[in-house]
């Protein structure tokens, strides 16, 4: 089997080579019938690819220890859902996983725009199979899971294998890296079709539209990806957080922030034909961001608790980015004169300004992240210290440039496309403000004196009003003219304008999560040895252990710790931790398995965190973490407002773009330009 | 009379929602949150990769004494940056989690301000510049009545549609 395995991958490889040449000869050649060619080459390798990865789920499914791969990340007791997960558990099934991924994108992209982009499509075969081929090629030459278990010149096999890693033997773990990396590798569509509009220099128009829904897509698979990490995190970890600011987090953090600002821009370039080039290079920036944290997660450049093993494929990538870094900053420059403004700005008040605000601010704490991401090697090289930088320095470098996004992320939705009077600014901004402010001073009277905290509540109850007047504003007017119920106006006026309600429940979703950023800044923790009996207090809670028992299962021991919780006198729930040791495969290993007790205004969190060095009584740490969960309910609020504004809007938009027709001064008072919607 | 109504339940809403607030994040141990506080700026040694406040490893050789001697220096009357320095004495370096605010360690902590800065200084450039195109886009040719009107109708037909 190992060897259908090698196969489809090497003929997968050379059937995207084909791809990229026949797309390109026939486009240049004019060859109508090697464009066709292509088409059918994307079907080919995504069929190869499906195989290659038929033959290495084959392999792990039915517990073919002659695999070197299987043997590693696999078991015969493991279940169902993480022998499916062993796929994506090792550098060489992810690689692979990775290419599929890319294989699959590229096939649907290309099958679903190839009439309406009929004249960039060959354009777009070539740059998604360079992507697909790379890979496929890393998996081929450099970390084929294919490999067998050799004794002298004879296949052998072992027993069991090792088992996937505990930690990853979580439900989440089974679902967090295909969303990931369907954000990460979709973000190659977009950068197709940019590419291909700027090398055959296509009006902005359509394929704009076509890259800012699977931007949209991805960037959603993006947003569930790094939510369901950090979910993950924060339930199997055990330290009682959901971020770290490791290297790997940062890195699948920065791709989606500058796709976040490219989903802003692109309406200026949807409405105003503005920004264009900034929208090129957003796209761009993005698609490398996603290379350079799959790089990051694999090369071993930074030390990280995620990545995998060290290997030497950083260089593949190294070369990689260069080349296409260096190629797509030419073609930018060579069609600026295609990438000019179709139309000016009216007032500095305005929409259009807010954007580019918006950007500036995104980009600049994309820029924070990746430089201090990187910032241990930087310095080694500059100053040949190696300067470790943690959560502290990302902290406060981000958190300031955090509430100025989360200010703009009110304030700029109630500006007006092309000017906003005083009078509208004053009307859309008192309430909230005062309500901010009232907050404010509310809190700090009754002992709140965080200022980060302090500052992020005024400024989400700011944002929050906002959001939730233009909601009851627009319902109130649809309910009156259209004489129904409100709850009915509210979802007839969010299925008029998916795309805009859709956006502002994204940024209810973001102001919720600052709400749970913010109440990390009073966490409580507490630690002790305990033993039937024995009591832990923290803050209002009382954890009184009543049991200590063992429990086994199909590929652990279990020893459990039963807790009464207690608050304020009051028994109010039961809290079982546990210490897992997976007996499978490799040795021994220990794994604590937190008991939440999740709510709205703070989670209780339990970590038995193992045993005294006698080995008889545990070690209990107990965590009090506020209003942690609306990260959380912010997340899926988030994807929720994603798909809202996927739903093709009721009233088809036709985005009017500002232009300058001509002028008519003989027939007005004064000489001014007439300004078309086209 | 209906907007006064709405507006004191909005303040309500508020008050009640800043006195629960207050409520659920007010903490009790103090020290416990000033160590905390202190061993999140410390980086763990025992190769867990997390700070002081956050190792979570058995046993820590390294997060146990060094909290230990947070909470001492506190009981001491020690301020925070007093104790830092004297763990950073004992230890060295390593323990930080951040670049030093001198050296290259500056330009670590310079550069995102600064790169905001930069951003910021450009962006009403940018939207001079935008303006600009106005007037050099400036009037093109005199056009009829009747294009002037289509226009218009047009403009207020896209107006009714946005609002």
């Known amino acids: ?678 | 009379m209906l907007r006064r109504a709405k507006l004191s339940a909005l303040l309500a809403l508020i008050v009640f929602g800043a006195g629960w607030l207050a409520a659920e994040i007010k903490t009790t141990d103090a020290i416990t949150l000033q160590v905390r506080e202190i061993g999140k700026g410390l980086k763990c040694q025992c190769g867990c990769s997390y700070t002081v406040a956050d190792c979570n490893m058995l046993y820590c050789h390294f997060r146990d004494p060094v909290n230990q001697e947070i909470e001492t220096g506190i009981k001491a009357g020690l301020t925070p940056p007093q104790i830092v320095s004297k763990l950073m004495a004992e230890y060295g370096d390593v323990l930080r989690t951040a670049p030093k605010v001198e050296g290259f360690g500056a330009v670590g902590w310079a550069m995102p301000f600064a790169m905001l800065a930069l951003g910021l200084l450009i962006a009403p450039f940018v939207v001079r510049r935008w303006r600009k195109n106005q007037i050099e886009q400036g009037p093109a040719v005199a056009i009829d009545e009747a294009t002037i009107e289509a226009y218009e109708k047009e403009i207020e037909r896209d107006l009714a549609k946005d609002s």
């Open chain 1, 1 to 678: 089997m190992e060897n259908l395995g090698y196969l489809a991958v090497l003929l997968a490889f050379l059937v995207s080579s084909y791809a990229i040449v026949a797309a390109l000869v026939g486009k240049l050649a004019r060859k109508p019938f090697l464009e066709a060619s292509a088409q059918r080459a994307v079907l080919t390798a995504w069929a190869l690819t499906s195989a290659a990865a038929f033959v290495l789920l084959y392999a792990i499914l039915t517990n073919d220890f002659t695999s070197s791969y299987v043997a590693s990340y696999s078991s015969i007791n493991q279940p169902l859902i993480y022998k499916l997960a062993a796929w994506w558990g090792g550098q060489e099934g992810s690689l692979l996983f990775w290419s599929w991924i890319a294989a699959t994108y590229a096939f649907v992209s290309v099958y679903t725009s190839r009439k309406r982009h009929a004249s960039m499509i060959s354009y777009v075969i070539a740059i998604e199979m360079t992507v697909v081929g790379f890979f496929l090629g890393i998996v081929h030459f450099q970390a084929n899971p294919f490999k067998v278990l050799m004794a002298g010149p004879q296949i052998t096999a072992i027993s069991d294998g090792n088992g996937l890693n505990p930690l990853l033997q979580h439900p989440i773990m089974a679902i967090h890296p295909p969303m990931l990396y369907l954000g990460y590798v979709g973000f190659m569509v977009p950068f197709a079709f940019a590419i291909a509009s700027l090398i055959t220099r296509q009006p902005g128009d359509r394929w704009i539209h076509t890259t800012r829904l699977w931007t949209m897509v991805t960037w959603m698979f993006q947003s569930i990806g790094i939510l369901l990490g950090m979910r993950w995190a924060y339930a199997v970890l055990g330290w009682g957080g959901y971020w770290g600011w490791d290297p790997v987090e940062n890195a699948s953090l920065l791709p989606w922030i500058t796709g976040t600002a490219f989903l802003h821009s692109v309406m200026m370039q949807e409405k105003k034909g503005m920004m264009k080039v900034w929208n090129v290079v957003l796209v761009s920036a993005t698609f490398f961001l996603c290379i350079f944290g799959t790089m990051l997660t694999r090369s071993g450049l930074v030390s990280s608790v995620h990545a995998f093993a060290q290997s030497n494929i950083g260089d593949y990538f190294v070369w990689f980015l260069t080349i296409s870094i260096a190629a797509t900053t030419y073609l930018i420059l060579s069609r600026l004169e295609f990438l000019k403004s179709e139309a000016r700005l009216d007032a500095v008040l305005s929409r259009e300004s807010s954007f580019l605000f918006n950007n500036v601010i995104l980009l600049a704490s994309c820029f924070a992240i990746l430089w201090g991401t990187l910032f241990p090697v930087i310095s080694e090289a500059v100053s040949g210290e190696k300067i470790s930088v943690g959560a502290p320095f990302f902290n406060r470098v981000n958190i300031p440039i955090g509430l100025l996004l989360l200010l703009l992320t009110g304030v700029g939705p109630l500006f007006a496309w092309r000017k906003t009077s005083a009078e509208s600014l004053r009307r859309n901004f008192l309430w909230p403000a005062v309500s901010g402010l009232v907050l404010g001073g509310l809190l700090f009277a009754l002992g709140v004196h965080d200022l980060y905290a302090l500052v992020t509540f005024m400024l989400c109850l700011f944002v929050g009003v906002t959001i939730v007047v233009e909601f009851f504003r627009g319902a109130k007017i649809l309910q009156r003219k259209q004489q129904m119920a409100f709850a009915p106006a509210m979802v007839e006026l969010t299925h008029r304008n998916t795309r805009r309600y859709g956006g502002y429940l994204v940024h209810l979703g973001i102001v919720l999560m600052f709400v749970g950023f913010a109440g990390a800044a009073f966490n409580q923790m507490g630690q002790a040895e305990m033993t039937v009996g024995d009591a832990l207090e923290v803050g209002k809670y009382q954890f009184l252990m009543k049991d200590l028992k063992e429990d086994r299962g199909a590929t652990w021991v279990a020893s459990r710790a039963y807790f009464d919780v207690i608050k304020d006198g009051e028994t109010i729930g039961q809290m079982d931790p546990e210490q897992r040791v997976y007996t499978t495969g490799r040795e021994p290993q220990p794994t604590g398995i937190p008991d939440i007790r999740p709510r709205l205004n703070e989670d209780v969190y339990l970590v038995f965190a193992g045993f005294t060095r006698d080995g008889k009584n545990p070690i209990i740490q107990a965590y009090i973490n506020p209003l942690v969960n609306w990260v959380f309910i912010g997340g899926w609020l988030l994807v929720l407002g994603t798909l809202v504004a996927l739903v093709p809007s009721k009233v088809r938009r036709s985005y009017p773009k500002t232009r300058i027709v001509g002028s008519v001064a003989a027939q007005r008072k004064e000489a001014k330009p007439v300004v078309a919607q086209s």
